[in-house]
């Protein structure tokens, strides 16, 4: 779907209700601030919305608790064209706040221009992406209010006074109203400010509040799987794998094999294939061509192979740490860097490059700092042994599972294949 060329800069913000205390999810703090591969949840919503060049300004709404906390979470993360505003007591409250600095903006001498359109959506569903956002903003510039749907799961019950069934609704009939929604300013602006105390504090649904106080009713889309709230803990764990899942989708392999170990370099290469859905082979020179690696980089790769041609040596490692750093690859999501060492068995100083590889465990540590996982892998083979693919599969499937575990733990393991 293309944007639409009527759309001038600035005529679409969002506001991401952010000031819930996350009671059902029971974590030390609330929800929006807990971490999900290492950054905020908050940090990865914000982060879905900033990449969609067409929205202007982002208003986060937290508690005034957890304002400072907002403002160094957009410092750490280099968040752009997003304001804090101070949330209220209830979710209607916070969303009223965050359209008033719109309004408002001459009493606040707040910059910001007001949206034609306004978008509204739980700071706590992470997993937004542009194709809905231009349904909904679209649907609103038409109907005045447009929301996501989805199809129920469970069905409606009601109970009577004695906590006995009195009917229940056909399932078929409803659509659980989900995130994100969209409203021409005005309307919902004029909703919130008509709005009786009853709804700012027991409501739940924006889109009721334009149909009852606008007469506006809301065009209802519907929305993809993606759309869920994060609300009780196992909604973090589902949350947490989803991430991991999207960043293992591929690797890059840097190598500069030379003489045999090209052949292991190469079947790995094709092994890996089976197990990651893009892997990319690089030379150790082009690596340092900043340019390319930019590419590799804004491609999304979070994980890199680097293959030693020096068994123990890890100038290929550290050279491949020094471009990532400076590429601020890791700034938004761990990288994982695995460094591979080929070990034919026959080397007769075998032990002194063991003791060397024992550095893997401090260099990682070091490395940790950065944002970057470093793992070490052993691959012991004889140049002509019938069980070399064998040897290879091993070391594909133990690569495969270090990019789709992402564990810190294990960082500066030598594992062998
Ligand atoms: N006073 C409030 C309450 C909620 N929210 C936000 O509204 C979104 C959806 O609300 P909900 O999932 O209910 O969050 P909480 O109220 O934090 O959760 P709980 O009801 O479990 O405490 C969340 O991003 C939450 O931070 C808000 O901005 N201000
Ligand atoms: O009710 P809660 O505060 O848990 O969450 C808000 C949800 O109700 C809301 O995000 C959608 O149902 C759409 O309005």
Redesign the pocket.
Known sequence: MELSDSWSAGSVAAVL?????????GAAR???FCALQGRPLVSHTARALERISWISDIIV?VSLEHIETMKSIIQKYGHKRITVVE?????H???FNGLKIFAENKLSNCPLQKPEVVIIH???RPFIEEDILLKVVKAAKDHGAAGAIRPLVSTVVASSADGCLDHSLERARYRASEMPQAFLFDIIYQAYHQCNDYDLDYGTECLHLALKYCKTKAKLIEGSPDLW?V?YKRDLYAAESIIKDNLSQQVCVITDMKGDDVQVGFLLHETLKSHIKQVKRISVSLCKDDNYMQNIILGQCYNFICMHVKKSAFQETQQLVDILENANVSTLYPVVLISVHLNVSENASFSSEMEDLTRIKEFAREVKKKNILVYGLLIHYNKDDPQLQETVNSAATIISALIKDRNPELIGQLLVA
């Open positions: 209700p952010a000031g819930g205390s996350g009671e059902r999810l609330p929800k929006q709404v949330g209220g007591v209830t979710r409250r916070s969303i739980d700071a706590v709230k609300t």
